[in-house]
């Protein structure tokens, strides 16, 4: 589908105008898609071509477009923040499993403000995406946060430009706790966006754009927010809590979400009502094709897997990432047995 976006910032331009024949010749196992993990991605295949000397490119293009280059099979793999419903993969021939943990977090710019101490909750931040809310000292705000000085200040909003997983994890969230969000714009990899906001591409162009811009509020990746030093909102949970993005709230949605009972791994962490639990949890799965028709590219693959969930969790914990649970790691690489085969019907992973 083609669109056209005003005011676009365009992120990670030059990984997006490679060929696939230029990527193919370059890398042993070419992959791409979510751009939120893509710093813990990258950092992977860096460490373990110095491991191994078996190159993985990763393109940050957002989930939307992973899931279609998986489609028409010019990915080795892709990732998304967005995962597939059991039919849907069945239809295209794939399996998804989480790699990797974080949150996805609103952030504000608004200077004389202490950074990380502007309160919202549901409803609050879906009317400022309705336009409902079009000002910083609008009385819903100032009742959330009597102790600050919020200022006579236009709202810009910013949302993210391309198909994206984080689009679709913050729409699914506002979706679950606002009746007027849900029946007016829903949920998806974008949607029909008010006129006047800003877009950005991908978690980049889109953290530009905030900090950039007095008065922005925008969604980015936990990461994005650390590295950037984004003033991250205190977002109220379901159980009632204002709860400050860190790495032990998104741990604590991941550890009490119900993987066993997940048909092919098909889980979205938002709204969940642990009282610790942060709101919107991104979950980074990766997307495999049932049959590896070269046998020798998937048994790669698998042995990256597996050495990132066993070997590499104090680079996921620096970058602000949490890596899976070890009984998840173990139930994931156990349907790698059951679901993964070369072309002759032969399983390659023992």
């Not at 550890?255 to 009972?261: L, S, T």
Request: hydrophobic share 45%; with cysteine; proline share 5%.
């Amino acid at each position: 589908m083609k669109m056209t976006f005003q005011k676009t910032i365009l992120g990670f331009s030059i990984a997006m105008t490679l060929t696939a024949s230029q990527i193919c010749i370059a890398a042993d196992l070419t992959s791409g898609g979510a751009t939120a993990p893509a710093e813990i991605f990258t950092k992977w295949a860096s460490e373990y071509q110095a491991k191994t000397g078996i190159k993985i490119q990763y393109q940050a293009f957002g989930s939307g477009e992973a899931i279609d280059k998986m489609g028409n099979k010019t990915l080795d793999f892709g990732v998304t923040d967005m995962p597939l419903k059991p039919e849907e993969l069945d239809k295209m021939g794939l399996i998804q499993f989480p790699m990797i943990m974080t949150g996805l977090v609103p952030v504000v710019h608004l200077n004389g403000i202490a950074p990380n101490s502007v309160k919202l909750d549901g409803t609050t931040l879906a009317d400022i995406y309705l336009g409902k809310i079009t000002r910083w000292n609008d009385p819903a705000l100032l009742a959330l946060n009597p102790d600050l000085k919020l200022p006579e200040l236009a709202i810009t909003v910013v949302h993210r430009a391309d198909h994206s997983g984080s689009t679709y994890l913050f729409t699914n969230y506002l979706s679950k706790v606002s009746p007027a969000w849900q029946s007016s714009m829903g949920e998806g990899e974008t949607v029909a966006w008010k006129a006047g906001q800003m877009a950005g591409m991908g978690d980049e162009g889109t953290t530009k754009l905030v900090a950039d811009m007095q008065g922005a509020i925008g969604y980015v990746g936990y990461p994005s927010a650390i590295d950037h030093k984004l003033s991250m909102i205190l977002l109220k949970n379901r159980a009632g809590q204002f709860i400050k993005p860190e790495d032990y709230v998104f741990q604590a949605a991941v550890m009490r979400a119900a993987w066993h009972k997940a048909p092919k791994f098909y889980a979205v962490l938002t709204d969940e009502p642990a009282k610790d639990a942060w709101p919107i949890n991104a979950a980074s799965f990766v997307l495999l094709r049932k049959v590896q028709e070269n046998a020798d590219k998937g048994s790669k693959m698998l042995k990256f897997f597996d050495w990132v969930y066993h070997d590499n969790n104090d680079f996921a914990l620096e970058l602000g990432f949490i890596p899976l649970p070890e009984d998840l790691s173990e139930m994931v690489q156990d349907s790698w047995k059951t679901q993964l085969t070369d072309a002759s019907g032969k399983p390659i992973w023992q």
